[in-house]
């Protein structure tokens, strides 16, 4: 069995490895925050949920997409 302090220290690595995921009300991936030096991730959506920009860090990428009708 695990004594208490070892669980309190895992609970604490487990914490500071987490990576935030932000969803909107759609339930669409707006952004995503990660606990170490990695940039992290912001998107932007069109109106129909594809992804118009996303933002790294300095470095922004712009999408655009063909109509298919």
Do not use: H
């Amino acid at each position: 069995m695990a004594s208490s302090w070892y669980c309190e220290q895992l609970l604490e690595l487990k914490a500071e490895l987490a990576v935030d995921f932000s969803y909107d009300n759609l339930g669409d991936l707006r952004y995503v925050n990660y606990p170490d030096s990695s940039p992290d991730i912001d998107y932007t959506l069109d109106n129909v949920g594809n992804i118009k920009t996303l933002k790294a860090g300095s470095v922004i990428s712009s999408y655009t997409y063909n109509n298919q009708t």
